[in-house]
Structure formats: structure tokens, C-alpha cells
């Protein structure tokens, strides 16, 4: 194996082995707690244009396989661990987790001492940098770094979204043992880089799922008369993608509109609501909610660096309440609440149908707490349809 | 919702003594709840029999009982305290199941105490067999296919459904005492048979095998709003068949992916909220089978248990005392994460690194025991490891272990195979060097079942160059155990070392060290037969003492059971082996003042001269005293200097030498080798052949020698805890054993004050105790052992370091030793502490060893010169036979009040025996025996039955036993053949749990129990005696030297 390096924007330098592809990879470096779910993390297209560091020091234990995938390739840029491992012991296994890494083309480094680099990116925010073949002049590096877009102000759902709309009918089998009581009924998504998960909920619980180009038209979108439409998750910057931002304003009050993370801060922003980038963002699949209308707190699965700010314009709301925000389209209230740093990871719109949730209730990887929002969003469209 | 106001008192009740199955573990969780119970401003009222715990130090309770865990006495503790609510989940099954037993026979209800935690039917749901399987069921989760059992043709029957194997587990017991696996129908009226013995109901499950699948235990909480998280995954790396208690595990899970892990997650979920556990902890453990993806739920602990308490240490998250919180009525999101204090302790903790567990043996201990690891729990303790990589954690873990003597690995391929095979101590030792001579990965899974990830990771770990130190290249880095991967800051110091490539930013170490001196602590490692939970208490009444001294106290031990490695406890605590380099490398962090080496047992007094040697200050007594003290001829001229008589000793390197010595020393000779702890192969031979004999057995090994002194027979043995700051003596207390000379005083039952000592000898035992501890220059504890022989008083052995009977001195006179001993390391005087002159209180306290036999079939149940006694209980009483008639209650062997005696003694106690029959005889009881004694006992004019031995044909005296037909046993023994009657005699009574006394001196004091307890009549008899709080005995006491609860 030969040397390999992490490279900060601010010029910190941690030092590994390359351990998959042997190619340099830039972005904006970011950490996932979660201890299991590395290929369904590198899979999920929220990742574009970034660099997972895992914080779980042993990774690939369990090897790779088709089921776990989250979108059809590789997203993140690069894998940063402090031991990647390339068993393909494990039954479920059709290949090693580097192996396929570097089939993919995927750069990897292991051997960091990935807590001390954690422990940095919390202090300082995440920030841009790359991983390197030891062989590439630190300055040579440094330039690629420079030259990559920062996070903020990027659109990066242009580049993970489908050229044309693809269309997926129900399936029976699914995550949930809901049986599909109400075949027809039909959901067009704007697909920002849908995970897979998300569509396998809706396809399991007997919706025809539409997936659309984010920058397809209104008209489009309603062409074939759907009966809800889904905001999907996505990478970068939310305030970046006032194209998409206008349609969803078109449909809101037309017919239900729920979104998950991105597309969760899209229907904020449509209503008037403002996102902002967090320090180090949340990625990890240990976070507690506080679904507010129940009281139940959910251990949820998170991946995402922006969110929305309070009905007072502050990041954190104070109490367990149901605050309410005027928005373009009439009242909003809080449903969700991040009960470690206390953002807003949920609202629903009272005067429209609309919700939307920050985290990820498919879970892909994390806990399941939170899959019965499905039964809901599935249960208001069809109660409006 | 915030606290319960409708409840102010609340009792607890604690594990008892510690056994196997049933550890340290229950004073970490029981202190945690007791701290936090008087925290949230409620009285607690605390029942546990075990002296030796921290739970029981009279400022965590507002009243503490020391009594027997049994129905009577509970009874009457909660008639004298009327407690509104009863906290059961944190004292082990022994808790849980005299919890269960208080509310069938009504008491509960009587008294209107309500069952806080966990109730009755949740309980009930999760303990009794068949209602858990239905329960299950129900639920939509699967569970092996079983049938429940109450007699051998009961699972007979079974074959044909189950199959076989088939796994034996019996209803209502700890740590699957009891349980087996019948793999042949030759096996099923043994394993069954013993099953059935062993429950309390005589009920078994007979379960479908799931042998060789990946074994999982998930800890779960629930609050009372019905949030529910999973504190902590942990994999066995033995696969299913071996008890996770002897398993070498891991956590959180390596081998399952993410959608496999998320689903035990769910079951978990599912299976605490089916079977109702209202708040709390529980466990569930999960088989799953890799290739088939199939999974079934073994079983669920509603409550705290050895695995919550090694979660707890894994993950940060402190399961006992969020339990405790969430049964007074605070849901979890209103409880703070106390390590990052910003966040609830409604989340998952994340780990950044990887926890190994190893348990710790005693075969050895227990020659003829089968020594194979099954479903029934056999381990005596545990070391954790934490490590950044599994590599690392693992190879920590097999240098904190401390065996006593290397692991046998067998030369051949073929027997080192075998050996993999079978589950047991030294498996994963053998395994390493299998992997390491190259044998196939694949082979050695199919002889094994283990995953072949644990198989790879091993065999890179011997493999790669360095070996097992392989993992320690790099900078050796202190990290924090922080809940959530760095993602938010820590402030709980609980630290690990990691090896890294230096990091450019951040600094060397995440230590806080802060400006106050530091004052390191050393702790006693994995509990082991004769190191147990005992030194864990006084290192942590060290803590407490150098924390009150303004001082920050740091704490390094390895073992995930104790009160010691509750980061709550110390200024810093760093999870370590206690090795040298282990040591030296927290030393370099901290720069201590000095380090304490007198209160973790051996273990760190072993490390003392190296310590020195590096220039670490060791406070207290010095290397030079202890040397003083254990080097047999220096120790032997001091005695002689200070006029001070001894058994005749000689040390041989040699076996013929040994021989040689042995006519001078003359028979009968007491011989052990001397790097032994726990009177380890410590035994009494009569002559040159036994001699021989034990020569051959035992050594002397390479570089050791053979201790030998001059048994006396017939003498009585006493202890002595006593502090010394260099110049002035106070003696804490003087304890006369029960059985005579001969038996470890780790496995005596032992009498405080001394029940036959004159005020003469008395005061010849305290002038000696002076002298030799000012002539060792103690500075701290010392423990001395003497014989009286003769009328004449012989110093056995002194150790300068606090003893095994600390914390029962302790809690006899109402001061705390240990205190008083650090508060002398570090610098003050006698003089200074305000001690008393007399610590006469009215009560006399007996100490009762617990033995182990019940788990090792095979092994002989009887007591001797070698350390087998895994606990200790007290008894409370104001005369000595009421404190001893307890002791036994509480140890397990509850003396009957009335019924068939059955005796047979060697020659040389017949005389005696004829007396204790006497006794007996007037108390009521039915007298048996075998000939000789029976006609020795006649000859005296008492009736006693002659029955036969078993040599003599059925119905022989074990038929009698196994009938039900005694009560009590008195069996001295005759020699040492392994397979004599009373062999056979002992272990039936063992396994019935009949009270079985093995010498004269126990059967004497049984009868006068007997007697007292009878004068009260049978309601009396069924209650118990009186009980009595610790702080009623020592009213004022514990105002000196003493502080009620640890700086925060």
C-alpha cells in the first residue's frame, strides 16, 4: 500500500495509506457518525461533492452488495477511515468494500487518525479539502482545493438528477408490512438525487412513483395528474436552486406537497422560509426528534449541512412547542425538533396540504423509528386524493 | 413528566454475594442508584447481605440493612421502614426474584409498596419460559422452538420434536446455573436431571439448538412514555452454546450490516415493549444464523445486568443510573447526557472505537471440574479493553487479563485443533497460535463457528510483524470515551489509549488534566478467586479520600464490572491494563504526586519496585517494606528479632531439597509455591509421600520455589486489619476464624469480635500486630494472620496491604478503613484521624464465605488451604450465634430449625462429633450416620440410625440426600481421595442445597444457630432474627474519618 494524505483548506495535513483507487479527490470534508451503512452512505446522492470522513474506526467489514446500494453509483469523492477493511467473508458479501471502491474509481485512505481530524472539522466547521496520493506535491493539492466551489452557493442537484422522468409502479414488498390498500394512487417526484429508500416506501406502500429532472416545468410535473408530489432529498445548497424553488411555489395549495431533507428546505424555501449552512452539518444515524404532536422521541438517521431557521430568524428554537411561522402560503408549524442542537427538522403548512421533515425517516442506513411517516404522508394523499 | 412526588421512601434490595453469574457489576449499578435515588431528595432504604460493596457504605442509604436476601427478612425491613416503592431491577436476579417472591406471598400488597421499574407481570413475562415464548410470539418475533420439561421423561419425549442437540436452560436461575447442552441420548438424564435441581420450580425449557449461529445482545431503555433506545450492540465472538458471561465479546457489533443490525434493533424494541418493561434496562439476546438470515430471540433480562454494566463502560451512557432516574418518573429526553451535558440521554451513543471483553477463569481451582465452556456460566470475572481498532482492543485485552501462569498449547496440529474446538479458558489462546502456524482460515471457522471476519482480523493480528504488539505502532494517543464520535465536546474525563500517526492539530492527548496534583489509584484488575470485589472497595474509598484531600484522584483498572471504573467516581479515569508500560505511559500524562499501590491487592503491589524504579513516587508503605514482608527469610529474621514465635519453615528450590527440609520443618506441612495469590495449590501434606506427591504435581517450576511450614493442627486462626503511619499502631480489628486451622481464611467464616479469646491473648495479638508493623515500617494497612496453638500465639504471614476483610471490619466498627489508610498515604497521622479507643459496639459480625461448587460439577465441595470462595457475606446479631445462624442464611445454606442431621466424621473428630450430636439430639433432630460414627454417637446414649455407605449398597447415604430425606450435613473429611464417600456426600448435598458443614468447629457454631434461632418459634424462625440498620449499630460512629457521599 503506499502513502496517502488528507489535506484541509486551512492547510492542516493528516497523514494514511491509500487503500482503493489511486487518484486525488476534492470537496468539502464532512464526518457521519453512523456506525453501520458506509456503502449506503457513499451511494447516497446527498453526498455529491463530498468527502466522507467515518468516525466508526473499522469500515467494510461486512463487504458490499447490490441491496444496499442508495442510488445506481458511487457519490461521495472519497472515503477517509482510520481502517478500511476488504473482507468478503460475510455471506450477504459480493464484494470487498475497497475492491469495489476501486472499481468504482473511488479514492480511499485509511490508517488516519480520523478522531483527531473529527475533532478539527467540529472545532473549525467543515471545510474543503481533498485526499491524496502521497506522491502529489502538498502545493499541487493545496491548488486543487483552492479551485474547488464552495458548498454554499453550489447546485449540485443539477448533476445527480435524471436526464428524462422515469416512472416506477408499486410494489407489494417493501420495508413495510403495509399492504398497498390503495393501488393508483400516484406521486411525482422532483428528483434532486432521490435515495433509493425513499422510493422503495412509496412503491411499497402502493404509489405509482414519477421521478422528474429538478428543472422539468409545472406542466410537466402535473402532466399526468399526480396526486401528491415529493421534494427529494439532494445535495448542496438549498439557496442555490431558485429554479426549483419557483415550481414547487406553482404546486403548493395545487395539491399535497411533502419533502425530505433538501426537498425539505426547498418547500421552506418556497414558502418564504430561509435556510442557512450548519457548522458541520448533521450525518450520523443517532440523532433524536421529538415528533411534537405525539410527544415520542425517534432516534433518526440524518445527512445534511444546511437547515431552516426559526419562526424569530434564530438556528435554534428554545422549547418543545409547536411554533408557528407566517409564511407566503398562510401559518406553518413546527412537527420535528433536533433535540441536540434544536433545529427545525419538521414543519407541516396548516392553511395548504404540505410536511416536510429535515431528517430521513427511510432510514438507508439508521434506525427505523421513523418509517410510519410514510404510512402518514401515503395516508393524508390518499385522504385527498 | 419530572420526579414522583407521591413516593418518599423507596427500598432497595442488592445482589448478595458475589458468585458466579452475579459480580461488582450490582454494586456499580445498585451504587449508581443509590447516589441517584438520594440525589432526586428520596429516602433509600438498602437490603444487601455483601459487605464488600460500596453500596452498603451507610451514606448512600438512609438506612442500611446487612441481612439475608430472603423473603423473612426483607419482611421485616419493610414492616420496620414502610417504604412506599420497591426498585428491584438493579440487584441482579437475586433482586428480581425476591422482588417477584415478596409480591406472591402478599407482603407487597400488605405493606403498600409498589414495584417500581419493572412489575410484577413484566417480571413474570420475561422470566417464566413459556409465557416469554408466547409473549414473543405474539409479538411476531421468533423463538426456538421448546417445550418445557418438569421431569427427565418429560424430555425424553422432547427428542423426537427438537432433535438433537438440544439446550437445557432451567426457569428462575442466574447465569444459567444448571444449564447444559444434551447432545446424546446417553447425556439426557444427567444434563436434564441437573437442570431440574437447580430450578427453585424444578421446571426446565428444553430448546431447539441454535448452536454454532452468531450470538448478539442488544441494551435497550425504555422510559414511561414509551421512548425506546439501544444503549449499546454487543457481539459474541464464541458463537451460540457458550454463556455470554464466559464468551469473549465485542462491541458494538463488526459483522452485521446495516439492514441486519437495524432488525434486532427493531426486535429489540419490539420485545421490551411486549413483554411491558415500563422504564428501565433490559437485555435481549439474539442468535442469528449468517447464511439463512434467520433470527431468533434467546431471551430478555428486565433489568440491569453484566451486560448493562459492560455497556455502560463501553459507551459512556450510564445505564444503572438513567434506570434508576427513569423508575422515579423522568423520561429520558429530560435527563441529561452527563458527558456532553448539552444533550438528553434520549440517543443512540456512537462509538469511535472498538471494546473487547475477555472473561477471567479458575479452573485450577477446581481439579476434576469439567472445564469446558457451555451454556452455564463458569467465569470468575472480566477484563474490558478499549482500543481504536479491534486489533488493538483485542491485544489490550490478553495483556489485562493477568493469568497466573502461561496458556497450555498443545505441540500438535491435531490437539491445538481439538482445542479450538471445544469451547474453553484458553481456546482463543490456542486458536491465535493455529492462525499463527498458518493453519486455514476456513479449517479453523468450521472447527469453530466463529465469523470469519474475528478469524481474519486475528490472523492478521499474529501474523503481520511485531505480533501481537503489532497494533501499538504509532504514537501512543490518551482519547476519550465521549458517547457521540467527537461530535460534541466531552466533559466526563474517561480515557483509553489509541496508537495514531501523530495529528498535526488538537493536542498530544485529549487529556484535561487541569492544575491540581494528581494522585494515580491503582486498581486490582479482573476479579479473580482471591482478588475480588473487596479490593475494588477500597480503591474506590482511595478515590473518594485523595478527592476530599483536594487532589484530583485518577483511576486506572481494567475491569467493567467495579465501582471503581464508573467515571463518576474519579477525577479521571483511564481504562487500562494494569501493566508497567500501561501504567508508566498514564504517569507521563499526569505527572502525579505519587501513585497508591495498597489498595488494589496484588496486582499493583507487583508493580510497586518498577514504578519506583521509573521515579514514580509510590505513596505509603515502600517497596522495601513490602519486600520485607514477602521475602519468607527476611520476614522469618524479623520475627525472630522481635522475639516473636513461628511455625518452622523452609523454602527448597528443588525437590529434593524440598524433601530435605521437610524432616527439619517436621510433618504435618503446610507447602505452596510462592508466586501464588488466593493460597493458589496451597496444600497440607502428612508425610514424605504426600509430599512426593505434591512435588510431582505442582513443582517447583522453573525459578520458583517451594514454600514450606509446619502445619498446626488443631489450632485456631486469627486476622488482623490494623494502620500504622511508620511509628504508631492502631489495630481496626481482630477476627477469630470459625473453622480451624487449615482452611484459607479467604474460605473461613471468621467472628468479630472473637468469640473464645481471652483478654490475655488479646492483648498479646495487638502487641504483636504493633510490632510488626512498625518493624516493617507500614505506613497505610496491614493485615497479619496468627495461629494460637497450644495456648501459644504463631505469626503466620503479614501483608502490608490493605486485606480481603477490609470492608467487613469496616462495616463491623462503623469506620472506614480503607479512608482512614489513604488519608495515612498521604501524609497524616494516627494521631490525627480521631480514632477511638474501643470499636466495641454490641454486636458481634460473622463473616460467611460463598462457595462456588454448585458450578462446577466434579470438583470436590470441600474446603482447605486453597482459596475457592468467590464471596462473602455478614451477619449482623447481638450474639454469636444469631450473627452466624444469619451469615449461613445469607450465604445460601440456611440452617433447618428442625429435622434429620446426617453425620460422619474422621476418627479424630468422633469425640466431637459425639458432643454436636448431643446437641442436636435435645434440639429435636432425627440423627443419622454411617457405622462407625453412628456407634461412637450411641456409645453416648444418643439414638442415631446406622445407614450405609455407599460401598455398602443402595439405599446408601447419597439415596438418602437425593431423596430429600436430610437436612443437614456434617461430613469431615477422611484423607484426600478424590472419589471417597465424602465425595459423593458433599456434592449430593451441593446439588440439593442442603447445608453441608465440613468441620467440627462449623457444625458446633451450626448448632447453637440452631438453637437461637429456635427460642423465637417457627414464625420467628421463618422471619429470621431480628434485622438492625448499620447506621442504628454505629449511631455515632460514622461521623469520624467518614464522608457520607463522593466529592462531584
Redesign the interface.
Known sequence: MTGAYVLLEDG?????RSCAADAAAVGEIV?T?????YQ?AMTDPSYTGQLITF????IG??GV?T??MESDRVHARAAIM??GID?E????AERGWLSWLTDCGIPAID??????????L?DQGAMRGGVFPERMPLDQAAELIAAEPHMHGCDLAADVTPTQTVVLEPTVSGPSVLEPTHPGLRIAMIDTGVKLSIVRNLRARGAVVELHPCSCSLENLLANQPDAVFLANGPGDPGALDYIVETVRGLIGKLPVYGICLGHQLLCRAVGLETYKLPFGHH?????V?DLPT???E?TSQNHGFAVLGPDGSPTIDRDEPVRWETDFGAAELTHIN??DRTVEGLALKDVPGATVQYHPE??????DALHLFDRFVGEIRDAA | MPRRDDIHKILLIGSGPIVIGQAAEFDYSGTQACRVLQEEGYEVVLVNSNPATIMTDPGLASATYVEPLLPGPVTQVIERERPDALLGTLGGQTALNLAKALHENGTLKRYGVELIGADYEAIDRAEDRERFRDTMTAAGLRVPDSMVAHSVQDAQAAVARLGLPFIVRPAFTLGGTGGGVVRCRDELGTVVGRGLAASPINQVLLEESVLGWGEFELEVMRDH???V??VCSIENLDPMGVHTGDSVCVA?Q?????????LL??QAITAIRAVGVETGGSNVQFAVN??T?EVVVIEMNPRVSRSSALASKATGFPIAKIAARLAVGY???EIPNDITRA??A?????????VVKWPRFAFEKFPGAEAGLTTHMKSVGEVMAIG???QQAFAKALRSRELDQAPEIPDADAELLDAVKQPGAERFDCLLEALGRSMPIEDLQRATDI???FL?ELSDLVRRAGGLQSPFAGRR?F?SVDT??????AQTPYYYS?W???????PAHEVQRGDRPSVVILGSGPNRIGQGIEFDYCCVHAVQTVRESGRDAVMINCNPETVSTDYDVSDRLYFEPLTLDDVLAVCEVEQPEGVVVQFGGQTPLKLAAGLEAAGVRILGTGIEAIDLAEDRSRFGALLERLGYQAPPYATADSAEGAIACAQQVGFPLLVRPSYVLGGRAMEIVYSVDGLRDYLDRVGPRDGSVIYLDRFLEDSIEVDVDALCDGDQVWVAGIMQHVEEAGIHSGDSACVLPPHTLGEEMMAQIREETEGIARALGVVGLINVQFAIHAGGLYVIEANPRASRTVPFVSKSIGLPLAKLACRITLGERIGDLGLPEHTSNGHVCVKEAVMPFNRFAGADALLGPEMRSTGEVMGIAPDFPTAFAKAQAAAGAQLPASGTAFITVADRDKPAATGLATVLHDLGFRIIATGGTAQAIRKMGIPAEAINKIGEGSPHVVDWIERGDVDLVINTPVGTGARADGYEIRTAAIAHGIPCITTMAGGIAAARAISAARRGGPEAAELGAPVVSLQEIHESGHEIGAVGSPVV
Open positions: 492542516t495535513r493528516f497523514d494514511g464526518f457518525t453512523s456506525m453501520s451503512g449506503e468516525t466508526f474506526p473499522m467489514n461486512y452488495c441491496e444496499a482510520r481502517s473482507s467473508d460475510s455471506p450477504g490508517g488516519v487518525d480520523t478522531r483527531a481530524l473529527v475533532r478539527h467540529r450520523g444515524a443517532n440523532h433524536p421529538k410527544g415520542r422521541v432516534i433535540l441536540y432510514a438507508g442506513p439508521g434506525p427505523h | 412514555a414509551d421512548n433506545v439501544i458494538p463488526q459483522t452485521l450490516s446495516d439492514k441486519q443490525y437495524q434493533r427493531d449468517r447464511a438470515e423520561t429520558l429526553q444533550t438528553p434520549s440517543f443512540e451513543p456512537a462509538i469511535d472505537y472498538c481504536r481498532t479491534f465469523d470469519p471476519w481474519r494517543t482519547k457521540c464520535a467527537a461530535e460534541f465536546a489509541s495514531e500517526r501523530p495529528a498535526p492539530v488538537g
